[in-house]
C-alpha cells in the first residue's frame, strides 16, 4: 500500500505546485499566502508518504484530498484534479491492501513448504 499511496501523494505534490503558479495569477490573492498553503500542502504530502503506514495516515490522506478538493474555490480546476486525485487515493488505499494481503498470504505459504 505504501508504494501506491506514496505515488499517489508525490504526483499531488507537483499538482499542488502549479496550482500555486495558478493561483498566483489571482488578484486578490496575496503571493505570499499563496505559496504559504501551498507550502504546508506540498510539505504535507511528503510527510504522508512516510505516514500513510501508520494509524491515521489513511485518514490524513483522506483529509488532503478533501482539501485538494475545496481548493477548486480559488484555482476551479483544481475541482476535477481533486476529484481525480480522490480516486486514484482510494484506488491506491484499496488495492494496496489487497497486495499486502497477497504478499502476506504468498509469504505465509514460502514459510509452511
Known amino acids: ?4 499511496c506514496s ?8 499538482v499542488i505546485g502549479f496550482a500555486g503558479l ?9 503571493m505570499g499566502t499563496v505559496w504559504t498553503v501551498s507550502g504546508i500542502a506540498m510539505f504535507l504530502c511528503l ?3 512516510g505516514l500513510v503506514t501508520r494509524p491515521g495516515g489513511v485518514a490524513l490522506g483522506w483529509a488532503l484530498q478533501l482539501a ?4 477548486g474555490i480559488f484555482v476551479p480546476m483544481m475541482y476535477v484534479l481533486g476529484v481525480v486525485f480522490g480516486a ?3 484506488a491506491s488505499v484499496h488495492y494496496g491492501r489487497k497486495i499486502d494481503e497477497a ?5 505465509a505459504q514460502a514459510d509452511a513448504a
Open 68 to 71: 485538494l478538493v475545496a481548493s
Open 1 to 4: 500500500m505504501r508504494t501506491l
Open 47 to 49: 510527510v504522508l508518504c
Open 103 to 107: 504478499k502476506a498470504r504468498f509469504a
Open 88 to 90: 486514484l487515493w482510494w
Open 7 to 14: 505515488s499517489t501523494l508525490i504526483g499531488e505534490f507537483f
Open 22 to 30: 495558478v493561483a498566483m495569477k489571482e488578484p486578490d490573492l496575496g
